[in-house]
């Protein structure tokens, strides 16, 4: 009797063996998958609104602190926590990479263009390791840490007919940021953007925008601004 219970659970011990070994894997090209290290995601709590900030997985180039890159990972950001997740194809499973391993990841955006995101130190409110995209490179870099708060809304039923009144809610933070100087908070706004400039160079910046036909409405046009800005020499006050 013994005998057989062995064999019965035999299959279920080298079934969780196998799973963690598995955990670790990645259908990534040229990459060892036994260097990514992570934990399997835990599924957060159904609201409205969404957490990530890529509704499906994308191929995606990860780059680690210790100078390797797995570049055909699939892959999604969770602004709610922060956290970068893979897929894993061997057990269907999505993995939170270990954020101390990495340094930072890109994947294509939906405008064909590369969004690329760098893990920094973060000595303001909430000091941290964050990831932020960056918008602009330059002596002064645009930033955006593109985080997802939850917020107390009126009661509505879910899909399942349970009563919430939570939603997850987009609460983009943007910096301009240089190395030697830090952070300096910003909004996406003509107004937050020339408070970062002394009064005559306003002045000469709103000729500027004139003449290059640019109107802030948003972050794209926000950044086309900063770039012909950047450009033509004017350094931002800090």
Do not use: C
């Amino acid at each position: 009797m013994a005998h057989q219970l062995f064999k019965n659970i035999l299959p279920v011990i080298l079934l969780a063996i196998s799973f963690q070994g598995f955990a670790q894997q990645t259908p990534a090209k040229n990459w060892d998958i036994e260097k990514i290290k992570g934990v399997r995601h835990l599924p957060y709590i159904s609201y409205m609104g969404f957490p990530f900030l890529n509704e499906t997985w994308v191929p995606g180039k990860v780059w680690f602190t210790n100078g390797e890159t797995a570049d055909s990972l699939y892959i999604k950001y969770s602004s709610f926590k922060d956290e970068l997740l893979y897929y894993n194809e061997v057990v269907s499973a999505h993995i939170v990479i270990d954020k101390a391993s990495l340094k930072g990841f890109s994947f294509e955006g939906n405008d064909g263009n590369p969004r690329i995101f760098r893990k920094q130190f973060y000595d303001g409110f909430f000091k941290g390791d964050r990831f932020f995209e960056v918008l602009s490179e330059g002596e002064t870099e645009l930033l955006a840490f593109r985080k997802v708060s939850i917020i107390t809304t009126p009661p509505y039923k879910d899909d399942r007919g349970i009563i919430k009144n939570n939603e997850y809610s987009n609460d983009y933070q943007y910096y301009f940021y240089s190395p030697d100087k830090g952070y300096s908070p910003v909004r996406m706004n003509i107004t937050s953007l020339l408070s970062k400039f002394g009064k005559a160079d306003q002045k000469l910046i709103k000729k500027l925008l004139r003449k290059s036909r640019i109107r802030i409405t948003g972050e794209p046009t926000f950044v086309l601004a900063w770039t012909v800005i950047e450009r033509e020499g004017y350094k931002i006050n800090f």
